[in-house]
């Protein structure tokens, strides 16, 4: 049963930040930033030309900087009301933000081991682990419903989707852990059925 404080919306897109410098060189960014790339704005102009005319009336933004690029430049051309949204920041990397996994085997040997033995409850040295990144996937997807009159549109990032994409569908955590989530994708959520656009 959902709390009579909760609003989550019955159709929702769901895309994710263009590409970025990090995700080029392979860099854990979680909340930790770094800028878009040509292509990650070519890539927000061509997701924002799918998301025109679709009766979307709020952008629900991460507030870190490579999402709320992405969500600027599509509230721009379709001409929706702009809300961030704390709890749809990425998973938050702690000491391993700015790493690449090479250097996370150099700084914290067996890390990833550990990691691989339990994803899902696997905290990040400082940081969260899924399974708290998804109480917040929950309560940004009740924050986005009250924050829109209509149907909205999340940008967000591709560990945080996973767990919203999970909520939102009623998946365990292995199936929720196996999704992927390409930069030039829209998701399509309506009333737990997702399709691709």
């Known amino acids: 049963m959902i709390p009579q404080d909760r609003r989550v919306p019955e159709l929702l897109f769901l895309v994710r930040h263009g590409q970025t ?7 854990l960014q979680g909340q930790l930033d770094s800028p878009l790339t040509d292509e990650g704005i070519r890539q927000a102009k061509n997701l924002a030309e799918r998301l025109t ?8 933004s991460s507030p870190l900087g490579r999402a709320l ?13 702009l809300v961030e949204v704390a709890d749809l920041a990425d998973v ?10 090479d250097e996370v085997d150099e700084r914290y040997p067996g890390a990833r081991s550990d990691r691989a033995e339990n994803r899902y409850g696997w905290a990040f040295p400082g940081g969260e682990s899924y399974a708290q990144a998804r109480a917040r996937a929950r309560r940004s997807l009740s924050a986005c419903g009250w924050a829109s009159e209509g149907t909205p549109v999340l940008v967000t990032h591709e560990m945080l989707g996973r767990m919203l994409r999970a909520d939102l569908r009623g998946l365990d955590p292995s199936s929720a852990l196996s999704l992927r989530h390409p930069h030039d994708v829209v998701f399509e959520i309506d009333r737990g059925e997702e399709r691709m656009l």
């Open 53 to 60: 005319g679709r009766g979307i009336t709020t952008v629900c």
């Open 21 to 27: 410098v990090w995700n080029r060189e392979h860099r």
């Open 92 to 101: 938050h990397h702690g000491m391993m933000a700015g790493l690449t996994w």
């Open 69 to 81: 690029r992405t969500a600027v430049i599509i509230a721009d051309r379709i001409g929706a009301d």
